[in-house]
């Protein structure tokens, strides 16, 4: 490596130190779960995608264990060559039945999913009209693909609609609406009800990333598009293993007979990345029976979620409104939500404050996410330290 090339890196991260902007990370040394032991303390952790609170469940780690038995531990292949064990099909033929579609097939992960999923499916003559918020993989899903671009503002009906319009105008033969289910900064959920409307009023496709929603939003935790009933109105689903469903590893999309075939011709991460470990999607397929059947989970998720939010409005904190697990606490100031995530650690509570650019200048906040694993003394725990660190900070009087 060039001196010139090793400096320019150099300069690289002061500036994002310089800028308040580094990232650092954590060992957890136990199984991820509303406990956690972060270098020796015990926390509570507040700040995780384990919604169902799956990640440690006896019956996953029992199904993986086995599964590593029976199927050893990884496939040495891509799906198409010698990658493919029964395993996989039974987690994908599983996962189309739960969401509700003809087929599914695997990624490694959503994002995988994503950066997949346009490309095989439009071409230069079509048009792909996506929100300004949408997930980081969609957006580079969306870069891989010929198809011409249009944006909308963050749920603004009114903006997509002018889109769509113009999309046609301008001669597209097929347009997809590509929207993330629910918006993960904010916990706010897409208006399917109003986008699979317009899509059906301007003949466009829908596709839905649902990964902050399958396995606890709608009936059976079957996401999104159960939730608000559009669910034979959105084309195409995109979600990972990774956050409710058990929080493992892996993606998929879930969609009509021809689209999955096509896409297991095509799909450039499906085909030239390695297959998914067998004792991965062994579990996967027991962390869907355990959400299909999760009616407790997701009521003691969803009452988390209220007790959470009174207590926190309680103690005066500013809150977006909503009915997501996901709860972000607004404090306005970048520096502001690092010193309280810090005085948080202190106090034994694992949260992240998120600045720009990962949320809008002068937004900034504590994404705190509810899970199914923390009990009611676990969130008394949590307000009594949020109260705490918020006086101390004058965030709250
Ligand atoms: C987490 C997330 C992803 C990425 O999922 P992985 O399986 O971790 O790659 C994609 N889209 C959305 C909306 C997400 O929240």
Known sequence: MTPEFLSGLADTLRDIDNAGLMK????ILSPQGGHIDVNGREMLNLCANNYLGLADHPDLIEAARGALSDFGYGMASVRFICGTNSVHRDLERRLAAYLGKDDAILFAAC????????????GPEDAIVSDALNHASIIDGIRLCKA??????????NALEDVLKKARAEGARHIMIATDGVFSMDGYLANLPEITALAE????LVMVDDCHATGFMGPEGRGMPHHFGVADQVDILTGTLGKALGGAIGGYIAAAQPVIDLLRQRARPYLFSNSLPPAIAVASVTAIDLAEAGNDLRAQLFDNAIYWRNGMESLGFELLPGEHPIIPVMLGDARLSQQMAARLYELGVYVAGFFYPVVP???ARIRTQMNAALSRGDLDRALAAFGKAGRELGVIA
Do not use: C
């Open 361 to 363: 200048e002068g937004s």
């Open 201 to 204: 009023k301007h003949g466009a």
């Open 24 to 27: 650092t990370e954590r060992a």
């Open 148 to 157: 011409k671009r249009y944006r909308y503002a963050n749920s603004d009906m």
């Open 111 to 122: 994002f995988d999913a994503n950066g997949g999923v346009f490309e095989p499916l439009l």
